[in-house]
């Protein structure tokens, strides 16, 4: 049985006929907000969601929110956490990856505040393969001790999809180019306010 701020799940096209209905949260880093993101959404990175509580909290007595991160998995744990402060939202199911995969637009904005704009899991990728291929070439040229790097790298990848958590995206989360400006977020929150 759920209770009753148990977050709902909503699939695109149930999400997509009601838009104009919700206040749109989305819950990724600056710069995978600026890559592309939902219609009028405002952008409260996972780690501000506690800062934001009252805004949110506001918005959610005016009608219904809709929070969204690239997969849905990060909406869901930022909804259960809502909830557990009294506040009754849903997610996106599949994020706003199954909301382009279903053909709907994604708003980008005209010049990106934000460095390059890249995905997570791309920012990962990236750092992972460098760490990796540095490894290999100190390890070569040298001592083979530093092939130890590749290999905790490997590790910290299996670990991660046995774990579906990922250390090294909280750390480049952390990065300049990931974290709103105050100037940003103090907008957004008031964006929230307002809406």
């Known amino acids: 049985m759920t209770s009753p701020l148990s977050p709902t799940a909503l699939g695109t096209e149930q999400a997509h006929v009601r ?24 952008n409260i990175p996972v780690d ?3 800062r934001a509580l009252p805004e949110t ?25 809502l909830a557990e402060q009294g506040i ?25 505040a934000t460095g390059a704009g890249w995905s997570m899991e ?26 130890l790097l590749s290999a905790g790298i490997a590790g910290g990848l299996v670990l991660s999809a046995l774990t579906d958590t990922c250390g090294m995206a909280a ?3 952390r990065l300049p180019h ?6 940003d977020l103090a907008a957004t929150l008031a964006a929230l306010r307002a809406h």
Request: aromatic share 4%; glycine share 10%; hydrophobic share 45%.
């Open 19 to 42: 838009l104009a209905e919700f206040t749109v949260i989305d819950v990724r880093s600056p710069g995978e907000y600026a890559s592309g993101h939902l219609p009028g959404a405002l």
């Open 48 to 50: 501000q969601l506690r």
């Open 57 to 81: 909290r506001h918005a959610a007595e005016r009608g219904d929110v809709l929070m969204v991160c690239a997969s849905g998995a990060s909406s869901g744990n930022a909804c259960r956490f």
């Open 88 to 112: 009754r939202t849903a997610t996106l199911t599949g994020g706003t990856s199954a909301w382009a995969g279903s053909g709907h637009e994604l708003e980008r904005p005209a010049v990106r």
């Open 122 to 147: 791309r920012q990962v990728r990236l750092t992972a393969g460098a760490l990796v291929l540095l490894g290999l070439l100190l390890a070569l040229l040298v001592h083979p001790a530093f092939a």
């Open 171 to 173: 750390v480049l989360a």
């Open 178 to 183: 990931n974290r709103p400006r105050p100037a």
